[in-house]
Structures are given as structure tokens and as C-alpha cells.
């Protein structure tokens, strides 16, 4: 495992980045996205060789903020604006979410259709089982909305919604249940140490039928007081839920139900995901993947905070990590198994090739270190070996920063 201290060393360190080469030809059939600002890039990725290949990038109207793709893999739908943490976490102007089609052959995106206008900043879209529905979650005020995908893949009017609905406070991530029956709807609250208010974190479950959702439950511990979920993924085969949550850093699991969406109770007390849990430093739970084979379970532990130091800013340490989760394929309860440096600072997104042996983070920006050197934004390579674990195998830096960050990033396999 990677303790703090060591930690900070190696965040500290000079990493040898290659150089992205431009316009290589594919040699498999997956592509990374990654966002930074309003652009969005694609990279052609080679599995066996861990290594990217620059393909192309496109723009959108405002900063992204989050993208999935459509099931049928032809067409990726993005969420931007000019509101959230690079525009100093003002509401902004500019809401959009816009299709793209993706180039079966290189990955390449092209808009498809026209945009469609957003009332708030989105923090996090998916897209339904069936491919009919586009689901936007958002923050401030906490909210979600359902849009209608018309058979030629571009976007539709969005779908009203009868009932009044719970959906709590600050809303962080939205999911269609395997079924296509459910909706569940993560919100964080506020309710980490140096939070100001604080409220509570809750996950709401839904009815889910013809874009149209009924309220069915609100699940936290206690009162929710320190119940802070960011993001959830399902296990491939087993009814098992893996949820991060953010503000205390744990994981938890919990249980599909045909009645509720999800169990209230988790099948496991939460687990803590740092390999220092007794630093008192500040840390946040990050994305949470399961592998394709359903045996390995990721997160990410981040740290991003500063502090005053010769007249600038810098990193005032913590842990920037990639969790790796055995899971018992008995009972689906996780065990830590490593804690794998992140080589770069704040990872707010990553992804698992479809084979499962490549997993790939894109670290959010560049950060000052006290020592004077600054750690890169990049694209992180890992290898996935048998026992899950992960090796490092390269970075790639690109220029992201705190006015233009990489704020979403994720991959796709070609249709």
C-alpha cells in the first residue's frame, strides 16, 4: 500500500511523460475520451501495449461536465457549461447537452442533431438501457430531468414529469438499474469535516416507465448526517451495488430489490478506501468501477487542497489513489487488496477496457508542490494483472489546469 507519506513523495517526483502521437492508426476497437474545457479529444487505444494514440478532438458550447455513450455505441451524448468549480463555482449561463455520432472506424465525433438547452449546470448524465432516454443530473439546485432520443440517435423534447420528486441535495450521479425498471439518483448532501452547512446525503430510488419516474425511496444510514455518496456501478451478474462514498471515504454495497431499487440496509458496513485511514488530512472517495469480470472493484481516493507557501499555493498532501477491492463472488462483500499510486493529482474519472486489462485515469489538473515542482495533468496507464492489482505503465500529460480542467473522461468500444 501507498502511505501518505510516501504518497506525497512520488506525487512529488519527476514522471517521464511520452509523447501522444497524432493521427496513428487504430489497433483496437477501443476509444478514451477525454475532456478538457469545452474540447473534447479522442484517443485510440492499444490494450497489450498500454498506449494511446491521438485521433481528433471536437468542441462543445460550454465546459463538459460528464458524457455517456448510447447502447448501440454510435452516438456519445455530452453535458457542458459555464457554471462549476473552473468558473469559480458560479451558476454560469450556458447549459447544453448536445449528440455526437461516433465514426465507427476511428471513434471520431461529429454533432448529430441540434443542442439542447439546459436550465442549470448538469453534473452527471446516463443514458437508459433501452437507448430511448437521456437522464441529466444537477446539483444546484438539486434536480434531474428526462429527454427523449429519437430513433435517429438525436436528442428529443424532454419528458414532464407529473409528480413532485425527491431529489435531495446536490445531486452527483444518475443510473438506470439493469432492468431498465429503476432510477437511482446519488446525492451527496454536504457533510464533510469542514463543510458549512451541512446536510445530509441520501440515495433516492425511482420507478422507472416511459421516461416517466414515481418516487419509491430515500436510503442513507441514520439520519444522513454522515452519509456522503458520490457514484454507484453494478456488478455484471450478481444483484450486488458498489457505492463510494465521498465525504467519509468508504465504500459500501447494497442489493438490487424489485420493490425499492435497492436495499435500504447495505449487505456491508462500510469499508474504508484510504491506506492511512487514521490521516487527519481532508480525502474524498472519487468514481467507483467494477471490473468486467465482476471479480475486482476501483475507486478512487482524492485529495486536492492547498495551502499558503512562499507566496503561493500549493499541495497540502493527502492521498491521490486508485482502490483496488477484491470481491467475494459468494457473498459480494469487497476486501482492500492495494492502493495504487495515482501520478497525478485528483482523479475524477477513470475506466476499464473491456477486457479488463487496462485502466486508465485522467487526473483533473496540474498542481503546485512545496518542493517547487509541479505535478502534471495527464493520462494515467495501468496494467491489470490477474489478481487485479495494478502496474503502472505510463503517463501522458496534457495541459489542463484549474481555469480548464479535465473534468470528464471515459471510453468507449466501437460499434
Given at each position: 500500500m501507498v502511505d501518505r507519506r510516501t504518497f506525497t513523495t512520488l506525487l512529488a517526483g519527476t514522471i517521464a511523460a511520452p509523447t501522444l502521437a497524432f493521427g496513428k492508426t487504430m489497433t483496437s476497437r477501443n476509444v478514451f475520451y477525454s475532456a478538457v474545457g469545452p474540447e473534447l479529444t479522442a484517443y485510440g487505444v492499444d490494450v497489450d501495449d498500454a498506449t494511446l494514440s491521438k485521433q481528433g478532438t471536437v468542441s462543445t458550447p460550454a465546459n463538459i461536465q460528464y458524457a455517456w455513450p448510447h447502447p448501440s455505441r454510435r452516438y456519445l451524448y455530452v453535458v457542458s457549461s459555464s457554471g462549476g468549480p473552473a468558473a469559480g463555482d458560479t451558476t454560469g449561463s450556458t447549459h447544453v447537452a448536445n449528440a455526437f455520432a461516433i465514426d465507427p472506424a476511428t471513434g471520431a465525433l461529429k454533432p448529430h442533431g441540434e443542442a439542447v438547452k439546459l436550465a442549470t449546470r448538469p453534473i452527471h448524465?446516463?443514458?437508459?438501457?433501452?437507448?430511448?432516454?437521456?437522464?441529466?443530473?444537477?446539483?444546484?439546485?438539486?434536480?434531474?430531468?428526462?429527454?427523449?432520443?429519437?430513433?435517429?440517435?438525436?436528442?428529443?423534447?424532454?419528458?414532464?414529469?407529473?409528480?413532485?420528486?425527491?431529489?435531495?441535495?446536490?445531486?452527483?450521479?444518475?443510473?438506470?438499474?439493469?432492468?431498465?425498471?429503476?432510477?437511482?439518483?446519488?446525492?451527496?448532501?454536504?457533510?464533510?469535516?469542514?463543510?458549512n452547512p451541512v446536510d445530509t446525503g441520501s440515495i433516492k430510488t425511482f420507478a422507472f416507465k416511459d421516461g416517466v419516474l414515481t418516487d419509491l425511496a430515500a436510503i442513507a444510514p441514520g439520519d444522513g448526517m454522515h452519509f456522503g455518496p458520490r457514484h454507484l456501478d453494478f456488478h455484471p451478474t450478481k444483484p450486488w451495488v458498489y457505492v463510494s462514498i465521498e465525504s467519509q471515504n468508504q465504500i459500501a454495497v447494497y442489493k438490487l430489490d424489485d420493490a425499492t431499487g435497492l436495499s435500504r440496509n447495505p449487505l456491508f458496513t462500510m469499508k474504508n478506501t484510504l491506506s492511512d485511514p487514521d490521516s487527519k488530512l481532508r480525502q474524498a472517495a472519487g468514481p467507483i468501477h467494477v471490473s468486467p469480470?465482476?471479480?475486482?472493484?476501483?475507486?478512487?481516493?482524492?485529495?486536492?487542497?492547498?495551502?499558503?507557501?512562499?507566496?503561493?499555493?500549493?499541495?497540502?498532501?493527502?492521498?491521490?489513489s486508485v482502490a483496488v477491492f477484491s470481491i467475494n463472488q459468494t457473498t459480494g462483500e469487497p476486501a482492500l487488496i492495494q492502493n495504487a499510486d495515482g501520478h497525478g493529482n485528483y482523479l475524477r474519472t477513470f475506466n476499464i477496457d473491456p477486457s479488463g486489462k487496462l485502466l486508465l485515469a485522467a487526473p483533473l489538473w496540474a498542481m503546485a508542490m512545496r518542493d517547487g515542482s509541479t505535478v502534471t495533468a495527464g493520462l494515467v496507464l495501468y496494467r491489470v494483472g490477474s489478481d487485479g492489482k495494478l502496474t503502472f505503465a505510463r503517463k501522458y500529460d496534457i495541459d489542463a489546469s484549474e481555469q480548464k480542467q479535465q473534468f470528464w473522461a471515459g471510453m468507449v468500444t466501437l460499434a
Open positions: 448524465a446516463s443514458v437508459d438501457r433501452s437507448g430511448h432516454y437521456l437522464l441529466t443530473a444537477y446539483n444546484k439546485p438539486s434536480s434531474l430531468t428526462v429527454h427523449r432520443i429519437n430513433a435517429d440517435g438525436t436528442l428529443g423534447d424532454r419528458v414532464e414529469q407529473p409528480n413532485k420528486l425527491d431529489t435531495g441535495i446536490y445531486a452527483h450521479q444518475i443510473r438506470v438499474t439493469p432492468d431498465n425498471k429503476h432510477v437511482i439518483l446519488i446525492t451527496r448532501g454536504n457533510n464533510a469535516p469542514s463543510d469480470d465482476g471479480r475486482f472493484v476501483y475507486l478512487t481516493n482524492r485529495a486536492w487542497w492547498t495551502i499558503d507557501f512562499e507566496g503561493k499555493k500549493v499541495f497540502s498532501g493527502g492521498e491521490n
